[in-house]
């Protein structure tokens, strides 16, 4: 079973800098597709951005972005100029591309991130 | 455009009640659709998917079940609640065409309590 970990509990940045936070999967699979959501107080889950494992080009999305590193099973996720409304649970999951199983999302524990004023 | 609709956002039970947790998603056909759960300071576990009425997977054994009597409604249920069901009840969907990069959208959750 595929397994995602979140080595870092909680993180705090400086508002306006960058922070990157971690993730590590364990899967003997070729094709997957990751994903970052966010959950602010609001308890409401975002998606953040996407990344197929296909595809070698990192994703991002206006100021995150995605560290892939296929190889290594890392998926760390960059915040550059860092704003308060970015303060959240941040979570890394897991889907597989194989034609069984592709349905369940698997999701590490999450890391709490802090925005320093 | 699509919306999910999850209620009631907070439910105070007491141990031994009845529990009934509604989902309904608009907008879409024939959805995938979620029910995890987030205990405190922990992750999201998944609970119960379904790819079509009438259809549940269940990931986790224990005193819940899940219905899906319509295409778009998802029901979480439990005959007794324990204390251990408390948490944070998330349901979800995402597209049931095989579209492997699409994301789930989740409801605004609910958080329950069994005192």
């Known amino acids: 079973a595929q397994t995602v970990t979140q080595s870092q509990p909680e993180m705090s940045v400086q508002e306006a800098e960058t922070v990157t936070l971690s993730c590590t999967y364990d899967?003997?699979?070729?094709?997957?597709?990751l994903f970052w959501y966010k959950q602010p107080p609001s308890r409401q889950m975002i998606l953040v951005i996407r990344?197929?494992?296909?595809?070698?080009q990192n994703a991002t999305e206006n100021r995150f972005s995605v560290n892939f590193q296929k190889a290594a099973k890392s998926f760390s996720l960059k915040i550059s100029d860092s704003q308060l409304g970015d303060a959240a649970m941040y979570f890394c999951a897991y889907r597989s591309g194989s034609n069984f199983g592709n349905e369940k999302l698997t999701f590490g524990t999450g890391t709490r991130l802090t925005i320093i004023p | 455009s699509q919306t999910i609709h999850q209620w009631p956002a907070t439910l105070v039970q007491p141990v031994g009640s009845p529990l009934s947790l509604e989902c309904t998603v608009e907008?879409?056909?024939?959805?995938?659709l979620y029910w995890y759960r987030q205990a405190a300071g922990r992750g999201l576990q998944l609970l119960f998917y379904?790819?079509?009425?009438?259809?549940i997977s269940s990931e986790v054994p224990q005193n819940l079940s899940a219905s899906r009597p319509q295409d778009r409604q998802f029901i979480l249920s439990s005959k007794k609640l324990l204390l251990s069901d408390s948490g944070f009840y998330l349901c979800?969907?995402?597209?049931?065409?095989?579209?492997?990069?699409?994301?789930?959208?989740f409801g605004n959750g609910t958080r329950l309590t069994v005192t």
């Open positions: 379904s790819v079509g009425i009438g259809q």
């Open positions: 979800a969907w995402r597209s049931g065409q095989i579209v492997y990069n699409s994301p789930l959208h």
């Open positions: 899967t003997s699979e070729s094709d997957y597709y």
């Open positions: 990344q197929e494992a296909y595809k070698q």
């Open positions: 907008g879409t056909s024939n959805p995938n």
